[in-house]
C-alpha cells in the first residue's frame, strides 16, 4: 500500500479541486493521468477507482460519515471532509484495502499537511465506520422513495423528485444504478480507413477485449487497456471514442452523398466526422477556436478530409447557409442527465435554474438554426439529456411554432428501437434501460412551402 500513499494524497487533491472548486471532474482525471503517465498501471487505476468512486458516491459517504461523526460534514474543513470520504469510499467499496492501512494513511496525510491536531477525530471516526458498517441503517424504500434513492444513490434530492415527476420509480433507480457502474467505453470504426472486423482483429492484437454493440456494426465495447493514445489504431486513426447513442444520429440524420450537412454544435466532432463518411460536404461549427481545434485535431486523425470547420455562435443566423443544408444536427448544450455515469459531478452542480435557461438557449438555437433547413430538408435535434422538457418538451414547441412536421425514425435505426415514439419522429434513450448513454433525437422535415 504505500507505493499508493502518494495516489491518495493526488486523489485527495483531485477532490478539493471539484467538489470544493470549479474544475470539471473529467478534466481534472483527464489532466492528472496525463501528468503521471509514468506511473505504473496498478497506481494510475487505483487513482481514477478511488477519485471517481469518492466522486460518485460522496452524497452517500456523507450520509455514512454523519451516522458517527459529531460535526455534520458541511461544518468540517475542506480538507477533513474529502479525507474522510476519499477514506470512507476505501472501508466500503475497496475490499482489498485492509481498515487498518486506511484509517493509518488517512491520519499521515492529516499530518503532513497540516491538520495533525484534527487526526484523533479522523482517525476515531474511520476506525468506528470500519467497526460498525455493516449496521449502518439506510433510508426506508417503502415509506421515504425520495430519500432512499438520493442517499443511495448519491442524488441530491430536488433531482431524484424531478426524475420521479418524469419517470417510473423502477425507471429512476435503473438510471441511478446505471450512473453508479463502471464506465463502459464505446468506439466507433472509421469505415473510411478500414473496416469493423479487420478494426476488431487489430485492437484483439494490441491486447484489448473487444465487444461488438447490439445496434450498430461499426461499435464496439473495448476493455482492458490503460492508455488509449498509446495504441497504432488510435493514432492512426482507425477509431473514435463514440457512444452508440450519439452514432444514432449520423444513423438517423441519412446522409446521401450529394448532402450538405451541417452541425452547428460540432465539437469534438463525433457526429460530423460519422456523417462525413456518408456525404461529400459538411460544415462543422462550433462557439471558440479551441472547440474548433478539437474538431481539427479529430479531422486530420481520422483522415476525413470532406468537412470544413468554422467558428460560430449558433445563436446568431449566418446568412451565408440561410436555406441551403439538406439536413441540419442540432445537437445542443444539455444538463447532461443522460450521461451521469461518466460526467459524475453533473449530479451535484446543475440546479433547475440552469435547467431551464439550457430549454431557452436550445429553443433560440433550434429557432436560428431552422433557417439554414431547406424546403423538405431535415433537422436533427439532439441532446445527451433524459429531461424532457429539454427533449420532448423542446420538440412540441419547436412543431408549434415552426413549418416542420416530425418524421419517422423507422426507416433507419435497427429493429429493436423501433417503438410509437420512433414513428412518430423521436428515441428517448436511457442508461440502464438501452445499452447505451441516456439520449434524446428527433427528425423534423421542413415542409416544401
Ligand atoms: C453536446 S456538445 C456537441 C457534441 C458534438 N456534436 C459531437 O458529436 O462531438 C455541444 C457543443 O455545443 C457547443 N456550444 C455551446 N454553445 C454554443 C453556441 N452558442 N454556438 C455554437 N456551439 C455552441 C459546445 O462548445 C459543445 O461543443
Redesign the pocket.
Known amino acids: 500500500m504505500t507505493t499508493n500513499n502518494k495516489g491518495r494524497e493526488i486523489v485527495l487533491d483531485m477532490l478539493l479541486q471539484v467538489i470544493e472548486g470549479e474544475e470539471f471532474a473529467h478534466r481534472v482525471l483527464r489532466r492528472t493521468l496525463k501528468a503521471h503517465q509514468d506511473k505504473p498501471k496498478q497506481e494510475r487505476a487505483f487513482i481514477t477507482r478511488l477519485f471517481v468512486g469518492t466522486m460518485k458516491h460522496y452524497l452517500t459517504l456523507d450520509y455514512i460519515i454523519e451516522q458517527f461523526s459529531s460535526l455534520p460534514v458541511k461544518k468540517m474543513k475542506p480538507f477533513i471532509r474529502n479525507l474522510l470520504r476519499m477514506s470512507v469510499y476505501q472501508l466500503m467499496y475497496m475490499d482489498s484495502i485492509p481498515d487498518s492501512a486506511v484509517c493509518n494513511e488517512a491520519v499521515k496525510l492529516a499530518k503532513k499537511r497540516g491538520f495533525g491536531k484534527l487526526s484523533g477525530f479522523v482517525n476515531g471516526n474511520l476506525r468506528n465506520i470500519a467497526r460498525a458498517r455493516a449496521d449502518i441503517q439506510y433510508p426506508d424504500k417503502d415509506t421515504d422513495l425520495n430519500r432512499y434513492l438520493s442517499i443511495s444513490y448519491s442524488v441530491p434530492s430536488w433531482l431524484v423528485t424531478m426524475l420521479l415527476e418524469q419517470y417510473k420509480p423502477q425507471e429512476v433507480e435503473k438510471i441511478l444504478e446505471a450512473s453508479l457502474r463502471e464506465n463502459e467505453i464505446t468506439i466507433r470504426c472509421n469505415c473510411i480507413k478500414t473496416t469493423p472486423d479487420k478494426l476488431e482483429e487489430l485492437l484483439i492484437g494490441e491486447g484489448v477485449t473487444v465487444i461488438r454493440h447490439p445496434y450498430l456494426k461499426e461499435a464496439f465495447i473495448i476493455k482492458d487497456f490503460d492508455y488509449l493514445e498509446g495504441f497504432s489504431t488510435f493514432r492512426d486513426g482507425l477509431f473514435i471514442i463514440?457512444d452508440v447513442s450519439?452514432m444514432l444520429?449520423s444513423v438517423v440524420a441519412n446522409a446521401k452523398e450529394d448532402d450538405f450537412v451541417v452541425?452547428?454544435?460540432?465539437?469534438?466532432?463525433?457526429?460530423?466526422l460519422h456523417i462525413a463518411e456518408k456525404c461529400k460536404k459538411v460544415s462543422a461549427?462550433?462557439?471558440?477556436e479551441y472547440?474548433i481545434n478539437l474538431i481539427n485535431e479529430n479531422i486530420r486523425r481520422m483522415g476525413i478530409e470532406n468537412i470544413h470547420t468554422k467558428v460560430?455562435?449558433?445563436?446568431i443566423t449566418d446568412p451565408e447557409i440561410l436555406g441551403k443544408a439538406d439536413i441540419v444536427?442540432a445537437?445542443?448544450?444539455?444538463s447532461g442527465l443522460g450521461v451521469l455515469g461518466k460526467k459524475y459531478d453533473i449530479k451535484y452542480k446543475m440546479t433547475e435554474k440552469q435547467q431551464d435557461d439550457l430549454v431557452k438557449?436550445q429553443r433560440n438555437?433550434l429557432h436560428v438554426v431552422s433557417e439554414y433547413v431547406k424546403p423538405g430538408g431535415i433537422l436533427i435535434y439532439s441532446?445527451?439529456t433524459i429531461n424532457h422538457k429539454e427533449n420532448i418538451g423542446n420538440m412540441e414547441w419547436f412543431l408549434d411554432n415552426h413549418n416542420f412536421k416530425p418524421d419517422s425514425l423507422n426507416n433507419y435505426l435497427p429493429a429493436q428501437l423501433h417503438s410509437d415514439t420512433s414513428k412518430a419522429g423521436y428515441l428517448q434513450l436511457l442508461q440502464g434501460i438501452h445499452p447505451t448513454d441516456g439520449f434524446f433525437i428527433c427528425r423534423m422535415r421542413k415542409e416544401s412551402r
Open positions: 463514440q450519439s444520429v452541425d452547428v454544435c460540432a465539437a469534438p466532432g463525433g457526429k460530423a461549427r462550433d462557439l471558440t472547440k460560430w455562435d449558433a445563436n444536427i445537437d445542443l448544450p444539455c438557449l438555437i441532446t445527451c
